[in-house]
């Protein structure tokens, strides 16, 4: 069965503070992981799509990595505009599902 | 401003009204999907439409009754829902299997 597993649960961070948000997954044959933001009441929002170990994707303070077992979201310089529940879900590609991790709720401070 | 526009925001219903929610998006994608989202929960899959034609049911209860029109539309038709169905949902569409799901912002659904 497919999982993916998102930590931490959830992360405080000052203005300025870098950090990393990080999506581990057991998906046979990955097609794509992707990267969303969801704000409260809103739909999620797509940052990324990562296809295959090594592709990184930047953009503004947010850059994502992914490896053959693990996918990061790094923040750089993190504003609290930034501040919202981070999705990673990955994709076998083989139909249309997919394996959302359960979220990183992320709050910046001023 | 989001690619998929979904009406109504709000919608309060009682459990023997009949409504609809409706979606639409002009990206030219292929397939649309419905999915039902819980506070501090994921997105669950509902149904997709590929090429207009229903590829997934999760086995949802058919008190839900999703309608494809076209490529553009996607209508969630409601009947005698229960108090648990009160949820945020949410429609997407994606140009394919393993492009990305692009979001609307959701009809917040309160069954009293």
């Known amino acids: 069965e497919d999982q993916v597993t998102q930590s931490p649960e959830a992360l405080r961070l000052q203005e300025g503070e870098s950090s990393s948000l990080n999506c581990s997954y057991t998906v046979s044959g990955l097609r794509g992981l992707f990267w969303y933001r969801q704000d409260p009441g809103k739909g999620p929002e797509f940052l990324f799509t990562?296809?295959?170990a090594g592709e990184e994707k930047e953009k503004e303070r947010l850059k994502a990595t992914l490896t053959k077992k693990e996918s990061f979201l790094h923040i750089t310089a993190p504003k609290p505009e930034d501040s919202a529940t981070y999705l990673c879900?990955?994709?076998?590609?083989?139909?249309?599902?997919?394996?959302f991790g359960k979220g990183t709720l992320l709050t910046v401070n001023p | 401003d989001t690619e998929v526009t979904q009406t109504p925001k709000h919608l309060v219903m009682g459990m023997t009204n009949k409504k609809s929610l409706k979606c639409e998006q002009h990206m030219g994608h292929r397939a649309m999907y419905w999915y039902k989202q819980k506070a501090k929960k994921p997105p669950e899959l509902m149904f997709v439409?590929?090429?207009?034609?229903?590829?997934i049911n999760e086995s949802v209860p058919s008190r839900f009754s999703p309608e494809c029109p076209n490529s553009s539309l996607l209508n969630l038709h409601l009947h005698a829902l229960q108090p648990e169905d009160s949820a945020l949902y949410l429609c997407a569409s994606s140009q394919d299997r393993s492009q990305p799901q692009h979001f609307g912002d959701g009809t917040r659904l309160s069954i009293l």
């Open positions: 439409y590929s090429y207009e034609k229903l590829s």
């Open positions: 879900a990955a994709s076998r590609g083989s139909n249309y599902k997919l394996t």
């Open positions: 990562l296809y295959s």
